[in-house]
């Protein structure tokens, strides 16, 4: 049968993508030897590496812009320390809009004062803030894109004289933004991009040196820049599937068109999430994710029928996060308009049936 994977991530992939990284497991480029046990200093590995960041810079229109592209590890969650280590000298300003944007405000703490700008805590991450006002004296102001628990994602973003950072982790590559507006974007790849174990990070190269303390060279961006992301040996098979997941983006058409089906998905999931009384949405409307869609039952009675249902559909990975519960449907970049319709025909057919 075929599955119909929402999950939240690590995710869906391309078809065309697994193939062919399948098939570099066994041979990698006619080396006669497995992208699992080359040299991430070969001849071979080095152009891949080379050519993501490449890649990823020009997918999202900052080449020539003074950005650099980085593939690092530790996930988004080392980013949190990262950032407020090489940017953070006195203050800085962060919107929270979910759990990760909170995790990030725990880890800026420990280099200086963080001013929470705005915050939706207080009605459980449901809406994105607005009208808030970004102080004058912060080093950078942070923020969350989108939010893969709660299923909110940032339509706008503010005009800022000072440098904007934002983790895209869930929404990077879906959408059309005016990317040059962010001085340092970071994202784990497990969403839109491949497997757990990398993180690319795209950084304008002056907004670093600038903090006095002295920062350990693995946590150092500009370390990382000179050596090209090779200052420790890479998670070389992540950093080969995100590349060839690149490639398989500008090959649809690059974000413009992937962001034209994506909006399609998203509009079919949440017009049965509307109209169909069983169901209710989490978010509020104007601040809807086009990648994550969350929802509840209007009647628990149903739960076991509906989830009957989504297994007899082969549908997969549902299950809202455990801290919100209900349920999430992920609409990564690589899933298909046909399994978002499969998902409604089973909210349609429980709500003939109940």
């Known amino acids: 049968?075929?599955?119909?994977?929402?999950?939240?991530?690590?995710?869906?992939?391309?078809?065309?993508?697994?193939?062919?990284?399948?098939?570099?497991?066994?041979?990698?480029n006619n080396t006669g030897l497995s992208i699992l046990e080359i040299s991430h200093r070969s001849k071979d590995f080095v152009a891949v590496m080379e050519d993501a960041r490449q890649l990823a810079l020009e997918l999202l229109g900052l080449e020539g812009k003074g950005y650099k592209a980085l593939?690092?590890?530790?996930?988004?969650?080392?980013?949190?320390?990262?950032?407020?280590?090489?940017?953070?000298?006195?203050?800085?300003?962060?919107?929270?809009t979910g759990t990760w944007s909170a995790k990030a405000i725990k880890e800026a703490r420990l280099f200086g004062e963080v001013n929470v700008v705005a915050s939706s805590e207080d009605k459980k991450f449901n809406f994105i803030p607005k009208g808030y006002m970004i102080p004058t004296d912060v080093d950078y102001f942070h923020c969350?894109?989108?939010?893969?628990?709660?299923?909110?994602?940032?339509?706008?973003?503010?005009?800022?004289?000072?440098?904007?950072?934002?983790?895209?982790?869930?929404?990077?590559?879906?959408?059309?933004?005016?990317?040059?507006?962010?001085?340092?974007?970071?994202?784990?790849?497990?969403?839109?991009?491949?497997?757990?174990?990398?993180?690319?990070?795209?950084?304008k190269e002056d907004l670093l040196g600038k903090v006095t303390r002295q920062i350990p060279s693995m946590l150092d961006y500009k370390v990382?820049?000179?050596?090209?992301?090779?200052?420790?040996?890479?998670?070389?098979?992540?950093?080969?599937?995100?590349?060839?997941?690149?490639?398989?983006?500008?090959?649809?058409?690059?974000?413009?068109?992937i962001e034209e089906k994506n909006e399609k998905k998203a509009a079919l999931l949440y017009s049965e999430i509307d109209i169909n009384p069983l169901f209710k949405g989490y978010t509020a409307t104007e601040d809807r994710s086009i990648m994550n869609a969350t929802f509840n039952l209007t009647d628990e009675s149903l739960k076991e029928d509906f989830e009957t249902m989504l297994k007899e559909a082969g549908i997969n990975g549902l299950n809202g996060h455990r801290s919100v519960g209900g349920?999430?449907?992920?609409?990564?970049?690589?899933?298909?308009?046909?399994?978002?319709?499969?998902?409604?025909?089973?909210?349609?057919d429980l709500e003939r049936k109940a």
């Open 1 to 28: 049968m075929k599955k119909h994977n929402f999950s939240a991530g690590p995710c869906i992939l391309p078809q065309e993508v697994i193939q062919e990284a399948s098939q570099a497991v066994l041979d990698f």
């Open 224 to 257: 990382h820049i000179e050596k090209d992301s090779m200052f420790n040996t890479p998670a070389v098979y992540p950093v080969y599937v995100s590349y060839l997941t690149l490639k398989w983006l500008k090959a649809q058409g690059g974000i413009k068109a």
């Open 71 to 96: 593939f690092l590890q530790g996930g988004a969650s080392l980013e949190f320390l990262m950032v407020a280590y090489n940017l953070l000298e006195k203050k800085a300003a962060y919107l929270n």
């Open 327 to 348: 349920y999430r449907a992920s609409m990564y970049n690589a899933l298909p308009l046909e399994s978002v319709q499969v998902l409604v025909d089973v909210m349609s």
């Open 144 to 203: 969350t894109s989108n939010n893969t628990i709660f299923g909110t994602q940032m339509k706008v973003f503010p005009s800022t004289p000072k440098p904007m950072v934002c983790d895209m982790s869930s929404d990077i590559f879906s959408r059309e933004l005016d990317f040059s507006k962010f001085d340092l974007i970071y994202a784990g790849a497990q969403k839109n991009m491949g497997p757990a174990g990398t993180t690319l990070v795209i950084v």
